[in-house]
C-alpha cells in the first residue's frame, strides 16, 4: 500500500472523544517502550509523527492518524509500566482496556512484543484479555534489528510453544524493525488487504 498522507488528528483519554468517523481503525498496543510510536513514524515514512523516547512512558493517550484520508492509526499508551504511580497506571489501564472493549472502529490490533525477550506474564495476560474479549489481533515482534537472527528464530519458536498452551494457534505475526524499516511492506500490505475485506 502506497502511503499518500499521514495526519494526526486528537489525542484524549475518553474513548468516547475519539474520532466519530466510520472508518477502519488498527491500533498498536504492547509495553511501554516497546516500540509502538517508532513504528507508526517508521511505516509512515516520517521521523516524528508519532512523539517517541527512550524511555518509557512517552505515550499516555489515545492517539488518532488519519491515513491517506481513509483510514486510522492509534497509538496507545503502553502498559506494564511500574514507575508511573498505582492510580495514573490504573487510569491508563482503564482507558486502554475501555479502548478496546468499546470502539466499534476498531478492525484489528497490533500487539507488539520486544523479539529480545523471552514470552512476558503481562503480554501473554494481555493477549489473553484480548481473546477473551474478541478483539481480533496479531502480534509484531519488534526491534529485530537488535536480536540475531538465529535467536529470533529461537524467540519466535518460544512464543509460538508458549502461545498454544492456551490458544489453538499462533496469531499472525511479522517481524519489524523501525532503524531498519523491516517489515514495513509486508504490514501496510496486510492492512491494505484488510482494508478491502472490510468494504
Ligand atoms: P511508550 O509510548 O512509552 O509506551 O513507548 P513506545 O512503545 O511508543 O516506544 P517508542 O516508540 O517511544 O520507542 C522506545 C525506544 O525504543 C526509543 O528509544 C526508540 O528509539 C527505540 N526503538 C523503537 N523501535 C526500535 C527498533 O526497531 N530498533 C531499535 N534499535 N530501537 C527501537
Ligand atoms: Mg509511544
Redesign the pocket.
Known sequence: MKIKSAEFVVSNSDVAKCPKEKLHEYA?I?????????????LMQRKSL???????????LINHFLINKNWFLV????YG?AKVSKSSKRVFQKFITQYFAEREQLVLAFV?IDSRHEPQKVDLEFMQWMGENGVPFCIVF?????VKPNALLRNIETYRQKMLATWEEMPRYFV?????S?GREELLKYIGEVNVEMD
Not at 516500540?35 to 507508526?40: A, E, N, T, V
Not at 508519532?50 to 499516555?60: D, E, L
Open positions: 498498536f504492547g509495553r511501554s517502550n516497546v516500540g509502538k510510536s517508532s513504528l507508526i513514524n517508521m508519532a512523539k517517541t523516547s527512550g524511555r518509557p512512558g512517552k505515550t499516555q497509538d496507545l499508551p503502553g509500566y507488539l519488534t526491534k529485530q534489528d537488535k519489524t524493525s523501525s532503524s531498519n523491516t
